[in-house]
């Protein structure tokens, strides 16, 4: 009987962990998560230069792009080989790759402004978009592989008057290791210098990613994305929700009968 009340226990506390993750992951909204079965961006210059493309997602299969459109520069500070940016290449499926070659120094930069059809950023391109909705207050980025430690500047506009920005850290990502997920807090961007006021959350007209392949001058940087997303405040990784809760139930569940045989043992 005692195995068998912890059984139960324990399977209404995994139904229950499963639903609470299954609304956490029906909540998020897609900034890009970069799939599909088309090859969308690929960039690349032997040149100190910039170039650029841009992506429009007409109905892609798998695809979600906010606004619908995707611009992507690649800069090159440094003369030597060659760097190169792809999203959804070959084997690459599902990944947006930044990769320079040894000592190659340079920038990777998103930019998400609707289908304006220009690589001008336009800062209401998205025309309002409320990332607040849901209770949203958490930017996610999600990144697989990452061989040095590096900088990613987020900039957010609600116009060209109100824009807010937030520099994070991204570290060394193993290959094989699980996937390392930034979050950043709506409440953590810093009104940008010159800015007549900080980016309002619930009216966003555009969002860009500027990444520093420079690494102090070393250069080199093989850096992928895959999702790019907002949500609620972190949770825990349903596996390790999961391992909590059910190790809180087996001891509840153990103590409730320890109880009921202790009340038996003195009637």
Same mark, same amino acid.
């Given at each position: 009987?005692?195995?068998?009340?912890?059984?139960?226990?324990?399977?209404?506390?995994?139904?229950?962990?499963? !639903?609470?993750?299954?609304?956490?992951?029906?909540?998020?909204?897609?900034?890009?998560?970069?799939?599909?079965?088309? !090859?969308?961006?690929?960039?690349?210059?032997?040149?100190?230069?910039?170039?650029?493309?841009?992506?429009?997602?007409?109905?892609?299969?798998?695809?979600?792009?906010?606004?619908?459109?995707?611009?992507?520069?690649?800069?090159?500070?440094?003369?030597?080989?060659?760097?190169?940016?792809?999203?959804?290449?070959?084997?690459?499926?599902?990944?947006?790759?930044?990769?320079?070659?040894?000592?190659?120094?340079?920038?990777?930069?998103?930019?998400?402004?609707?289908?304006?059809?220009?690589?001008?950023?336009?800062?209401?391109?998205?025309?309002?978009?409320?990332? @607040? /909705?849901?209770?949203?207050?958490?930017?996610?980025?999600?990144?697989?592989?990452?061989?040095?430690?590096?900088?990613? @500047?987020?900039?957010?506009?609600?116009?060209?008057?109100?824009?807010? /920005?937030?520099?994070?850290?991204?570290?060394?990502?193993?290959?094989?290791?699980?996937?390392?997920?930034?979050?950043?807090?709506?409440?953590?961007?810093?009104?940008?210098?010159?800015?007549?006021?900080?980016?309002?959350?619930?009216?966003?007209?555009?969002?860009?990613?500027?990444?520093?392949?420079?690494?102090?001058?070393?250069?080199?940087?093989? !850096?992928? !994305?895959?999702?790019?997303?907002?949500?609620?405040?972190?949770?825990? /990784?349903?596996?390790?929700?999961?391992?909590?809760?059910?190790?809180?139930?087996?001891?509840?569940?153990?103590?409730?009968?320890?109880?009921?045989?202790?009340?038996?043992?003195?009637?």
């Amino acid at each position: 009987m005692r195995i068998q009340h912890i059984f139960n226990g324990l399977k209404s506390v995994c139904a229950f962990a499963l !639903l609470l993750n299954a609304a956490a992951l029906a909540s998020a909204r897609t900034v890009d998560n970069f799939d599909g079965d088309v !090859l969308q961006q690929q960039l690349e210059t032997t040149a100190m230069e910039s170039v650029t493309g841009s992506f429009f997602n007409a109905g892609t299969p798998g695809l979600t792009i906010v606004g619908d459109a995707r611009d992507a520069i690649l800069t090159q500070t440094s003369s030597s080989s060659s760097a190169r940016t792809t999203v959804n290449e070959g084997a690459m499926t599902g990944v947006y790759d930044l990769s320079f070659r040894t000592l190659v120094t340079g920038k990777g930069q998103l930019q998400y402004d609707g289908n304006d059809g220009s690589m001008d950023l336009d800062p209401e391109g998205l025309g309002g978009i409320n990332f @607040k /909705e849901d209770d949203h207050s958490t930017l996610y980025v999600h990144v697989p592989f990452n061989d040095h430690e590096t900088q990613m @500047k987020i900039t957010v506009w609600t116009d060209a008057d109100n824009i807010s /920005e937030f520099t994070a850290t991204i570290p060394v990502v193993a290959m094989g290791n699980p996937t390392h997920v930034e979050s950043v807090a709506f409440a953590d961007f810093m009104q940008q210098a010159g800015a007549s006021g900080p980016a309002d959350f619930s009216d966003v007209g555009a969002l860009q990613f500027d990444i520093d392949g420079d690494i102090g001058g070393m250069g080199g940087l093989d !850096l992928w !994305l895959d999702l790019i997303e907002t949500g609620a405040s972190a949770v825990p /990784e349903p596996s390790s929700g999961v391992s909590l809760l059910l190790g809180g139930l087996v001891l509840v569940s153990c103590g409730s009968y320890r109880a009921r045989r202790k009340r038996a043992a003195l009637r």
